[in-house]
C-alpha cells in the first residue's frame, strides 16, 4: 500500500517536472508583431 | 415578396426583422416547432408577421404541412437546426427560391446534391448562408478577384450564436473534419490540428482545430482548382476535452462576439500572394443579416445562376453584396502588413 501510493507520488511529481520543463522551453517563434485589421474601403472594397 | 422562415431561434428571427425592414414584404410566415416562440417573435415585429407551427408526430406529415404552406410564397428561408433536405426539396417544389443556414458538414453536402432539382425547377437554393459558412464564402469569391490564380483557401471562425449553433459547435469539435488536399478529401480528427489564427481585433489570436465544417466543401464547389482547403474552429481546453460527452451545461440564448477569417493563397503576377479576409460580429446577427440578403438577391434574380451552391458560387458582384452588408451593419476587414503564416 505504502509502496503503491509512494510510487504514485514519484510518477505524478515526474510528470510535473516534465510538463514544467516542456512548458518553460515554449515556443522560440514570436508572433507577428506588425501587421494589422482595417475595414474593407473605396469603390474596389480593397 | 413572401416569405416563410422556418426555426425562429437567434439566426430566424433576425432574418425575419432584416428581411421586414428591407420592405417590400406582403407576408412574412414565421414557423417553429414551439408555436409560443413563433407567437412571441410575430408579435414583436408586428404585420405582416404571422406565427404557425407545422409540427406532426409523423415527419411525413410535418413536411406535406409545410409543403402546403410554401404554396404562393417567394422565399424560404431554413434556419432550423434540422431537415433542411426535406424542407428544401418541399419548398423547390413549391416553386420557392430557399436560403439555407445550416453550417452541418451532411446536411451542406446533402443541399449541394440537389442541385438539379433546383435548376430543375429554374430557383436558386443558397446553402450554408449564415457567417460561416457564408460571409466566409462571400470573402473567399472577393478576395479571389485580386489573384490570378488560387490555390489553396483556409477559413477559420470563432464564436457561436444561438443554441443551437452551440450545440453544433459541440458536435463539429466531436466529429472528423475534412480537408482538401492534392485532390482528394482527407479525414481530420476533430480537435486535432492546432493552429494559431488571427482574428479582426479585438478577438486576436486565437488556437484554431479541425472540426466536422462545412467551408471546405463549399469552397470547392466555387474553386475547384484549389488543391488545398481547410476549416479550422477556435476551441477551448474544455471544449476540446469535453468533446465525447453530452454538453455539461446548457447553451447561451445568445453568443458573445465572434470572428470570421479567410486566408487566400495564390499567385499574383507571379509572386506568391496571400490575402486574409475576416470580420467581426455576433454570428447570429450577421448569419440572419447575410441569409436575409442572400433571400433578398434570390428572389430579385440578381445571382449569376439557379441551382444549389455557396455565396461563393452563386455570387458575382461581391462588391454590390460586401456594399449592402455594409450598410445594414456587416462589415469586412482585410489584414494587412505582416506576412502571413498559416500552414
Not at chain 2, 88 to 94: D, Q, V, Y
Not at chain 2, 199 to 214: I, N
Request: proline fraction near 5%; hydrophobic fraction near 45%.
Amino acid at each position: 500500500m505504502l509502496l503503491t501510493l509512494r510510487r504514485s507520488i514519484i510518477a505524478v511529481a515526474a510528470a510535473g517536472l516534465a510538463a514544467a520543463f516542456v512548458r518553460s522551453r515554449g515556443n522560440p517563434d514570436t508572433p507577428p508583431q506588425d501587421g494589422g485589421w482595417r475595414e474593407l474601403t473605396g469603390p474596389e472594397l480593397k | 415578396m413572401r416569405a416563410l422562415v422556418l426555426g425562429v431561434g437567434a439566426v430566424g428571427s433576425r432574418v425575419a426583422r432584416q428581411l421586414l425592414s428591407g420592405g417590400s414584404v406582403e407576408e412574412l410566415l414565421l414557423v417553429d416547432d414551439d408555436l409560443s416562440v413563433a407567437e412571441e417573435a410575430a408579435h414583436s415585429l408586428g404585420p405582416p408577421a404571422e406565427a404557425l407551427t407545422v409540427n406532426a408526430l409523423r415527419q411525413e406529415t410535418r413536411v406535406e404541412r409545410f409543403r402546403e404552406r410554401c404554396a404562393g410564397l417567394d422565399l424560404v428561408v431554413l434556419t432550423a437546426p434540422t431537415d433542411h433536405r426535406a424542407f428544401a426539396e418541399a419548398a423547390l417544389s413549391s416553386g420557392c427560391h430557399v436560403v439555407s443556414t445550416s453550417d452541418d458538414l451532411e446536411t451542406v453536402q446533402e443541399l449541394l446534391a440537389l442541385d438539379p432539382v433546383a435548376t430543375n425547377a429554374n430557383r436558386s437554393l443558397v446553402v450554408g448562408a449564415g457567417f460561416s459558412p457564408g460571409l466566409t464564402c462571400l470573402l473567399a469569391r472577393h478576395g479571389a478577384s485580386q489573384l490570378d490564380v488560387i490555390d489553396e483557401i483556409h477559413v477559420a471562425k470563432f464564436g457561436t450564436g444561438g443554441p443551437a449553433c452551440a450545440r453544433q459547435h459541440h458536435k463539429a469539435l466531436r466529429s472528423d473534419g475534412l480537408d482538401w488536399r492534392n485532390q482528394r478529401w482527407e479525414k481530420r480528427r476533430g480537435g486535432s490540428g492546432r493552429a494559431l489564427c488571427w482574428f479582426p481585433d479585438p478577438v486576436g489570436g486565437l488556437d484554431c482545430y479541425e472540426a466536422a465544417l462545412a467551408d471546405p466543401v463549399l469552397m470547392l464547389a466555387g474553386f475547384p482548382e484549389v488543391v488545398r482547403s481547410s476549416a479550422r474552429v477556435a476551441a477551448t481546453r474544455r471544449d476540446r476535452s469535453t468533446k465525447w460527452l453530452p454538453m455539461l451545461r446548457r447553451p447561451h440564448p445568445e453568443g458573445m462576439i465572434g470572428a470570421i477569417r479567410v486566408e487566400l493563397r495564390g499567385w499574383q503576377k507571379e509572386v506568391r500572394s496571400a490575402i486574409v479576409l475576416g470580420a467581426l460580429d455576433r454570428p447570429a446577427a450577421a448569419a440572419g443579416t447575410v441569409a436575409a440578403l442572400a433571400g433578398r438577391w434570390a428572389v430579385d434574380g440578381r445571382f449569376t445562376r439557379t441551382g444549389s451552391g455557396g455565396l461563393s458560387v452563386v455570387v458575382g458582384d461581391t462588391i454590390a453584396m460586401l456594399d449592402e452588408l455594409a450598410a445594414l451593419g456587416v462589415r469586412a476587414a482585410v489584414f494587412e502588413g505582416a506576412r502571413s503564416d498559416f500552414v
